[in-house]
């Protein structure tokens, strides 16, 4: 078998983001760990960041994140760039730049062939490079299913940090690219999904958030994360309780990719949605009437989801005439911040 006929879906039940421990049981794990606060340590795990930050000196801070999963896509090439793409996002989404790079691995080398693994690699690389980032080493154990993703070290100056705490009442909320990664890799699997949305939305997984970090930077925004396997709704919520306001979100301003409300319509409801369902429920009050199959939507776990982020309302329009020039067609203004009021988000129809 050669690894252009290798199909990686084969060997996994739940790809890409959707592997992730669900979001509730890990915090109860989370909790029993503490260390103490150090000065330095700018970002830390209590406010549910993409990555820790830790400052050198005044000039410079270390972002450093770690991302890995199993196949979200049958072909390994593809694969690879998806799960890089996917762990660079955390730099990007503390607005810093990619420095070094790291593989994670686990391939079983007597179950399939190596090309395969040549392949996936070759993905990765091909991501970190165009992250304008050095790959400097990794790990490979025997594993099954595979694995793969990377471990990235970026920087940011100490000031310039782009965390879930930043927002404050009167902020406009923007993501960047469409939801629906999860509901169209489940109707590839299912056979529901049109090959022509699949393929976009593959292309959308393996799109850096370079670029819309740059614009986050030249735009001045404090507070902002990527959108992963905790649905736009789970991460949403972390950043509102991290930063005591409350979000309005307007579901229909929400950008989807073609074809997934209508194949979450056609029943196509990935399990880790009714996951971050559970996670959100008590902190979000959605509007009477509000269509079920879009509510879903927000909660889709995303594979190397856009950017979300708050920003001054009056730079809204220069923020998305540069976010389309970058190449994310779909980037726009989903919602607003407003002051902590029971909720941690209102959906609005
Ligand atoms: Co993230
Ligand atoms: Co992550």
Not at 331 to 346: D, K, N, Q, W, Y
Request: with cysteine.
């Amino acid at each position: 078998m050669s690894a252009a006929s290798f199909d990686l879906l084969t060997t996994v039940e739940y790809g890409g983001c959707s592997a992730k421990l669900a979001p509730g049981r890990l915090a109860e794990v989370l909790k029993e760990l503490s260390q103490p606060a150090h000065p330095d340590l700018l970002v830390d795990i209590t406010t549910h960041d993409d990555a820790g930050v830790y400052r050198l000196n005044d000039e410079t801070a270390l972002i450093q994140t770690v991302d890995f999963f199993p196949p979200v896509c049958g072909d390994p090439r593809t694969f690879g760039r998806i799960a890089a793409a996917n762990a660079l996002s955390d730099v990007y989404a503390m607005g810093g730049r990619v420095l070094t790079a790291m593989n994670i691995v686990g391939f079983p080398a007597t179950r399939i062939p190596l090309e395969v693994l040549a392949e996936i690699l070759a993905g990765g690389q091909e991501k970190v490079l165009e992250a304008g980032g050095l790959m400097v080493g990794g790990h490979t154990i025997d594993d099954w299913p595979p694995k793969y993703g990377l471990a990235v070290t970026g920087i940011v100056h100490p000031q310039r940090v782009i965390a879930n705490a930043g927002l404050r009442p009167g902020l406009a909320l923007i993501l960047t690219k469409p939801l629906g990664t999860g509901t169209l890799v489940a109707g590839q699997r299912t056979g529901l999904a049109a090959d022509a949305d699949y393929r976009i939305a593959l292309e959308t997984m393996q799109q850096l958030n370079r670029a819309g970090a740059e614009i986050m930077q030249a735009c001045d925004v404090k507070a902002g994360t990527d959108i992963t396997g905790f649905g736009l709704l789970g991460h949403a919520m972390q950043m509102a309780d991290a930063s005591k306001v409350t979000l309005r979100i307007q579901a229909s301003r929400v950008p989807l990719l073609a074809g997934a409300h209508a194949l979450a319509e056609a029943g196509c409801l990935p399990g880790a949605m009714f996951r971050n369902l559970d996670y959100v429920e008590k902190k979000v009050r959605f509007a009477a009437g509000l269509d079920y199959s879009l509510k879903m939507q927000l909660l889709d776990p995303q594979t190397s989801g856009g950017l979300f982020f708050g920003i001054a309302p009056e730079r809204v329009p220069a923020a998305l005439a540069r976010l389309r020039d970058a190449g994310y067609a779909s980037a726009a203004l989903v919602g607003e911040t407003v002051p902590r009021a029971g909720h941690s988000i209102e959906v609005l129809r």
